[in-house]
């Protein structure tokens, strides 16, 4: 499958033919691309109740492994994101608030000491408090 970008909205183009047209991958899909951050299969379930749960794990899972959607563990929980530009994920102990952010991945290797290590892909996930959960002295 080939998907393209126009205006932040994923268009996809069925290439390969085995892979027949489902309004209910292309509901999920368009769900995804219109929520900002990660979400659960049951939230995309809760939201899309024409579908059920499987066939929401089944197409997220197609999804990750065609690379469109990132599969994160935060808390325990998968969440699932569309992520048009990969980037990182600083997350609140207390308020579970998702903090995006990016890095250049050399710099993270040089940090680690690992330049000389050939890498695939990096997912950082940073866990602290956020502003509202600092406490000042």
Do not use: W
């Amino acid at each position: 499958m080939q998907a393209i970008c126009i205006s932040g909205n994923i268009y996809v183009i069925l290439v390969d033919m085995q892979k027949r047209f489902s309004q209910k991958r292309e509901d999920i899909r368009q769900y995804l691309n219109d929520t900002r951050g990660a979400v659960s299969a049951a939230a995309i379930q809760s939201a899309l109740p024409h579908i059920d749960l499987t066939t929401v794990y089944r197409n997220l899972d197609q999804f990750v492994a065609e690379g469109d959607v990132k599969k994160i563990t935060l808390g325990g929980e998968a969440l699932f994101e569309y992520q048009p530009h990969p980037h990182h994920h600083a997350v609140c102990d207390e308020c579970h608030e998702v903090i995006h952010f990016t890095a250049p991945d050399e710099k993270i290797k040089q940090l680690l000491g690992i330049s000389d290590f050939v890498t695939n892909n990096f997912e950082i996930t940073v866990h602290g408090l956020c502003r509202h959960h600092v406490v000042r002295e």
